[in-house]
Protein backbone atom coordinates (compact mmCIF):
# COMPACT_ATOMS: atom_id res chain seq x y z
CA UNK A 1 0.00 0.00 0.00
CA UNK A 2 2.92 2.32 0.63
CA UNK A 3 4.66 1.75 -2.51
CA UNK A 4 1.07 2.44 -4.33
CA UNK A 5 0.59 5.83 -2.76
CA UNK A 6 4.14 6.92 -3.02
CA UNK A 7 4.11 5.85 -6.78
CA UNK A 8 0.84 7.97 -7.56
CA UNK A 9 2.75 10.83 -5.37
CA UNK A 10 5.77 10.43 -7.71
CA UNK A 11 3.64 10.70 -11.11
CA UNK A 12 1.41 13.28 -9.47
CA UNK A 13 4.12 15.65 -8.65
CA UNK A 14 5.37 15.12 -12.45
CA UNK A 15 2.08 16.06 -13.06
CA UNK A 16 1.53 19.12 -11.19
CA UNK A 17 4.91 20.89 -12.59
CA UNK A 18 3.62 19.94 -15.86
CA UNK A 19 0.45 21.85 -15.23
CA UNK A 20 2.18 24.67 -13.83
CA UNK A 21 4.60 24.93 -16.70
CA UNK A 22 3.02 24.28 -19.30
CA UNK A 23 5.65 22.27 -21.34
CA UNK A 24 3.86 19.26 -22.78
CA UNK A 25 5.05 16.12 -25.02
CA UNK A 26 1.72 14.89 -26.70
CA UNK A 27 2.75 11.79 -29.36
CA UNK A 28 0.05 10.44 -30.43
CA UNK A 29 -0.92 7.58 -33.62
CA UNK A 30 1.87 7.47 -35.97
CA UNK A 31 0.10 6.02 -38.80
CA UNK A 32 -1.91 9.37 -38.75
CA UNK A 33 1.43 11.17 -38.84
CA UNK A 34 2.46 9.32 -41.91
CA UNK A 35 -0.50 9.04 -43.47
CA UNK A 36 -0.70 13.56 -43.48
CA UNK A 37 2.78 13.48 -44.25
CA UNK A 38 1.97 11.39 -47.81
CA UNK A 39 -1.27 13.57 -48.34
CA UNK A 40 0.87 16.82 -48.30
CA UNK A 41 3.51 15.54 -49.98
CA UNK A 42 0.94 14.71 -52.84
CA UNK A 43 -0.72 16.56 -54.94
CA UNK A 44 -4.38 16.13 -52.95
CA UNK A 45 -6.54 18.57 -53.19
CA UNK A 46 -7.21 21.32 -50.71
CA UNK A 47 -9.86 19.39 -48.99
CA UNK A 48 -8.09 15.67 -49.25
CA UNK A 49 -5.55 17.39 -47.01
CA UNK A 50 -7.98 18.40 -44.96
CA UNK A 51 -9.28 15.63 -44.08
CA UNK A 52 -6.15 14.01 -43.80
CA UNK A 53 -5.09 16.78 -41.52
CA UNK A 54 -8.72 16.60 -39.41
CA UNK A 55 -7.03 12.62 -38.21
CA UNK A 56 -4.10 14.07 -36.35
CA UNK A 57 -5.44 15.88 -33.66
CA UNK A 58 -2.06 17.45 -31.90
CA UNK A 59 -1.49 18.64 -35.81
CA UNK A 60 -5.19 19.89 -36.32
CA UNK A 61 -5.15 22.39 -33.01
CA UNK A 62 -1.61 23.50 -33.58
CA UNK A 63 -2.80 24.05 -37.08
CA UNK A 64 -6.18 26.41 -35.76
CA UNK A 65 -3.65 27.91 -33.62
CA UNK A 66 -1.65 29.06 -36.36
CA UNK A 67 -4.63 30.36 -38.68
CA UNK A 68 -6.34 32.00 -35.68
CA UNK A 69 -2.69 34.07 -34.97
CA UNK A 70 -2.57 37.61 -35.26
CA UNK A 71 -0.17 37.06 -38.73
CA UNK A 72 -2.46 35.05 -40.07
CA UNK A 73 -5.95 36.79 -38.60
CA UNK A 74 -5.20 40.26 -38.60
CA UNK A 75 -9.02 40.84 -38.85
CA UNK A 76 -10.07 38.52 -35.61
CA UNK A 77 -12.05 36.94 -37.19
CA UNK A 78 -11.36 33.21 -36.09
CA UNK A 79 -11.65 29.79 -37.45
CA UNK A 80 -12.43 26.49 -36.20
CA UNK A 81 -12.71 24.47 -38.72
CA UNK A 82 -9.55 22.62 -40.32
CA UNK A 83 -10.52 23.08 -43.70
CA UNK A 84 -10.41 27.54 -43.32
CA UNK A 85 -7.59 27.01 -41.45
CA UNK A 86 -5.57 25.09 -44.08
CA UNK A 87 -6.98 27.55 -47.14
CA UNK A 88 -5.83 30.62 -44.57
CA UNK A 89 -2.28 29.49 -43.86
CA UNK A 90 -1.68 27.49 -46.75
CA UNK A 91 -0.37 23.77 -47.42
CA UNK A 92 3.21 25.04 -47.49
CA UNK A 93 2.99 26.13 -43.84
CA UNK A 94 0.92 23.25 -42.67
CA UNK A 95 3.47 20.78 -44.61
CA UNK A 96 6.21 22.40 -42.03
CA UNK A 97 3.88 22.50 -38.96
CA UNK A 98 3.05 18.64 -39.47
CA UNK A 99 6.78 17.45 -39.87
CA UNK A 100 7.36 19.66 -36.49
CA UNK A 101 4.82 17.35 -34.88
CA UNK A 102 5.79 14.01 -36.79
CA UNK A 103 9.44 14.88 -35.62
CA UNK A 104 8.23 15.49 -31.76
CA UNK A 105 6.27 11.76 -32.21
CA UNK A 106 9.16 10.47 -33.48
CA UNK A 107 11.50 11.28 -31.17
CA UNK A 108 8.99 10.16 -28.50
CA UNK A 109 6.76 7.44 -30.26
CA UNK A 110 8.23 4.65 -27.92
CA UNK A 111 6.58 6.50 -25.10
CA UNK A 112 3.82 4.17 -25.98
CA UNK A 113 5.23 0.79 -26.34
CA UNK A 114 4.28 -0.39 -22.50
CA UNK A 115 0.47 0.56 -23.44
CA UNK A 116 0.29 -0.06 -27.14
CA UNK A 117 -3.41 -1.93 -26.86
CA UNK A 118 -4.52 0.68 -24.28
CA UNK A 119 -3.51 3.68 -26.31
CA UNK A 120 -5.12 2.00 -29.79
CA UNK A 121 -8.43 1.11 -28.06
CA UNK A 122 -8.37 4.93 -26.77
CA UNK A 123 -7.91 6.39 -30.37
CA UNK A 124 -10.59 4.21 -31.94
CA UNK A 125 -13.13 5.45 -29.59
CA UNK A 126 -11.83 8.95 -30.35
CA UNK A 127 -12.48 8.07 -33.93
CA UNK A 128 -15.83 6.51 -32.83
CA UNK A 129 -16.69 9.90 -31.16
CA UNK A 130 -15.14 12.01 -33.86
CA UNK A 131 -17.31 10.15 -36.62
CA UNK A 132 -20.91 10.13 -34.50
CA UNK A 133 -20.50 14.00 -33.70
CA UNK A 134 -19.80 15.13 -37.85
CA UNK A 135 -22.70 12.25 -38.45
CA UNK A 136 -24.89 14.16 -35.86
CA UNK A 137 -23.76 17.51 -36.50
CA UNK A 138 -24.71 17.38 -40.49
CA UNK A 139 -28.06 16.88 -39.55
CA UNK A 140 -28.45 20.01 -37.97
CA UNK A 141 -28.74 23.56 -39.46
CA UNK A 142 -26.05 26.39 -39.00
CA UNK A 143 -23.68 23.74 -37.28
CA UNK A 144 -20.01 23.07 -38.18
CA UNK A 145 -19.47 19.18 -38.88
CA UNK A 146 -15.36 19.96 -38.63
CA UNK A 147 -15.63 21.09 -35.35
CA UNK A 148 -17.66 18.80 -33.98
CA UNK A 149 -15.08 16.47 -35.21
CA UNK A 150 -12.19 17.88 -34.57
CA UNK A 151 -13.88 18.07 -30.68
CA UNK A 152 -14.45 14.20 -31.09
CA UNK A 153 -11.21 13.71 -31.87
CA UNK A 154 -9.69 15.17 -28.74
CA UNK A 155 -12.77 14.56 -26.49
CA UNK A 156 -10.13 12.48 -24.14
CA UNK A 157 -7.02 13.83 -25.11
CA UNK A 158 -6.24 14.14 -21.12
CA UNK A 159 -5.73 10.20 -20.94
CA UNK A 160 -3.63 10.05 -24.01
CA UNK A 161 -1.30 12.55 -22.28
CA UNK A 162 -1.17 10.85 -19.17
CA UNK A 163 -0.82 7.64 -21.15
CA UNK A 164 2.30 8.87 -23.09
CA UNK A 165 3.57 9.72 -19.42
CA UNK A 166 3.03 6.31 -17.98
CA UNK A 167 6.05 4.48 -19.10
CA UNK A 168 8.39 6.26 -16.67
CA UNK A 169 6.56 4.25 -13.87
CA UNK A 170 6.32 0.68 -14.57
CA UNK A 171 5.13 -0.53 -11.76
CA UNK A 172 2.33 1.58 -12.34
CA UNK A 173 1.83 -0.37 -15.23
CA UNK A 174 1.60 -3.33 -13.52
CA UNK A 175 -2.08 -3.03 -12.25
CA UNK A 176 -4.12 -1.28 -15.31
CA UNK A 177 -6.99 -1.19 -12.36
CA UNK A 178 -4.79 1.24 -10.46
CA UNK A 179 -3.52 2.99 -13.73
CA UNK A 180 -6.80 3.94 -15.08
CA UNK A 181 -8.11 5.43 -11.15
CA UNK A 182 -5.10 7.37 -11.80
CA UNK A 183 -6.13 8.61 -15.44
CA UNK A 184 -9.30 9.27 -14.41
CA UNK A 185 -8.47 11.22 -11.46
CA UNK A 186 -6.47 13.80 -13.44
CA UNK A 187 -8.26 13.34 -16.43
CA UNK A 188 -10.22 16.72 -17.28
CA UNK A 189 -7.50 18.92 -15.49
CA UNK A 190 -4.90 18.13 -17.73
CA UNK A 191 -7.11 17.64 -20.49
CA UNK A 192 -8.09 21.36 -20.06
CA UNK A 193 -4.76 22.24 -19.92
CA UNK A 194 -3.27 20.17 -22.71
CA UNK A 195 -5.98 21.74 -24.82
CA UNK A 196 -5.27 25.17 -23.96
CA UNK A 197 -1.70 24.86 -24.39
CA UNK A 198 -2.02 23.74 -27.99
CA UNK A 199 -4.27 26.90 -28.67
CA UNK A 200 -7.65 24.95 -29.33
CA UNK A 201 -10.39 27.48 -30.00
CA UNK A 202 -12.36 28.48 -26.81
CA UNK A 203 -15.77 26.84 -28.68
CA UNK A 204 -13.92 23.63 -28.18
CA UNK A 205 -12.46 23.76 -24.50
CA UNK A 206 -15.70 24.90 -23.51
CA UNK A 207 -17.83 22.01 -24.85
CA UNK A 208 -15.23 19.45 -23.85
CA UNK A 209 -15.20 21.08 -20.16
CA UNK A 210 -18.91 19.88 -20.15
CA UNK A 211 -19.37 17.44 -22.08
CA UNK A 212 -20.20 15.00 -19.00
CA UNK A 213 -24.12 16.87 -19.01
CA UNK A 214 -26.47 16.94 -21.62
CA UNK A 215 -29.68 18.84 -21.41
CA UNK A 216 -31.38 15.88 -23.15
CA UNK A 217 -33.14 17.89 -26.04
CA UNK A 218 -33.32 17.04 -29.38
CA UNK A 219 -32.22 18.52 -31.91
CA UNK A 220 -28.97 19.30 -29.73
CA UNK A 221 -28.10 23.03 -29.57
CA UNK A 222 -24.49 22.60 -27.70
CA UNK A 223 -21.39 21.33 -28.60
CA UNK A 224 -21.22 19.59 -25.50
CA UNK A 225 -24.33 17.78 -25.84
CA UNK A 226 -23.32 16.78 -29.51
CA UNK A 227 -20.18 15.34 -28.09
CA UNK A 228 -22.01 13.72 -25.19
CA UNK A 229 -24.73 12.23 -27.29
CA UNK A 230 -21.43 11.00 -29.37
CA UNK A 231 -19.83 9.24 -26.56
CA UNK A 232 -22.74 7.87 -25.47
CA UNK A 233 -23.25 5.79 -28.84
CA UNK A 234 -19.46 5.09 -29.15
CA UNK A 235 -19.37 1.34 -30.36
CA UNK A 236 -15.72 1.03 -29.17
CA UNK A 237 -15.37 1.95 -25.28
CA UNK A 238 -13.35 4.14 -23.47
CA UNK A 239 -10.97 1.70 -22.03
CA UNK A 240 -10.67 3.49 -18.68
CA UNK A 241 -14.75 3.82 -18.36
CA UNK A 242 -15.80 2.46 -15.27
CA UNK A 243 -19.26 2.11 -16.52
CA UNK A 244 -20.58 -1.34 -17.10
CA UNK A 245 -21.98 -2.55 -21.05
CA UNK A 246 -25.08 -2.85 -19.37
CA UNK A 247 -25.15 0.81 -18.01
CA UNK A 248 -23.74 2.54 -21.22
CA UNK A 249 -26.80 0.71 -23.24
CA UNK A 250 -29.09 2.20 -21.30
CA UNK A 251 -27.27 5.80 -20.89
CA UNK A 252 -27.29 5.47 -24.85
CA UNK A 253 -30.94 4.90 -24.77
CA UNK A 254 -31.49 7.99 -22.17
CA UNK A 255 -30.08 9.89 -24.31
CA UNK A 256 -31.27 9.54 -27.27
CA UNK A 257 -34.55 8.79 -25.69
CA UNK A 258 -36.11 12.02 -27.75
CA UNK A 259 -34.93 10.94 -31.36
CA UNK A 260 -36.57 8.61 -34.07
CA UNK A 261 -35.35 5.72 -34.16
CA UNK A 262 -35.62 5.92 -38.27
CA UNK A 263 -32.76 8.90 -37.09
CA UNK A 264 -30.98 7.31 -34.90
CA UNK A 265 -30.40 4.36 -36.80
CA UNK A 266 -29.15 7.13 -40.29
CA UNK A 267 -26.91 8.31 -38.04
CA UNK A 268 -25.18 5.22 -36.84
CA UNK A 269 -24.77 4.32 -40.57
CA UNK A 270 -23.39 7.83 -41.26
CA UNK A 271 -20.86 7.66 -38.49
CA UNK A 272 -19.97 3.43 -39.63
CA UNK A 273 -19.23 4.96 -42.93
CA UNK A 274 -17.14 7.80 -41.60
CA UNK A 275 -15.36 6.22 -39.27
CA UNK A 276 -14.47 3.27 -42.29
CA UNK A 277 -13.47 5.91 -44.29
CA UNK A 278 -10.90 7.63 -41.71
CA UNK A 279 -9.84 4.21 -41.16
CA UNK A 280 -9.01 3.51 -44.84
CA UNK A 281 -6.51 6.99 -45.04
CA UNK A 282 -4.85 5.65 -42.34
CA UNK A 283 -4.07 2.01 -43.65
CA UNK A 284 -3.51 3.77 -46.97
Excluded at 11 to 18: G, K, L, P
Excluded at 84 to 90: D, E, K, N, W, Y
Excluded at 94 to 120: H, N
Aim: hydrophobic share 45%; aromatic share 6%; net charge negative.
Amino acid sequence: MTETRDRRAAFSDVIERELRTGEFVFPTSMQAAVMIRRALESDAGMSAVSKAISLEPVLSVKLLRMANSAFYNPSGTSVTDVLRALMRVGVNNARTLAFAVIGDQLATAAEFAPVIRLAEQLWRHSLDVASLSFAICVQLENATPDTAMLAGMVHDIGQFYLLSRAHDYPELLEEQSELAEFILCWDKQVGQAVLRSLGTPDVIVDALDNQDVCTGVWPPQKLSDIIFLANSAAGTPNPFSTVSLEDQLEMRRAAFKEVDPEIMNRLLDEARVKRAAALAMLAG
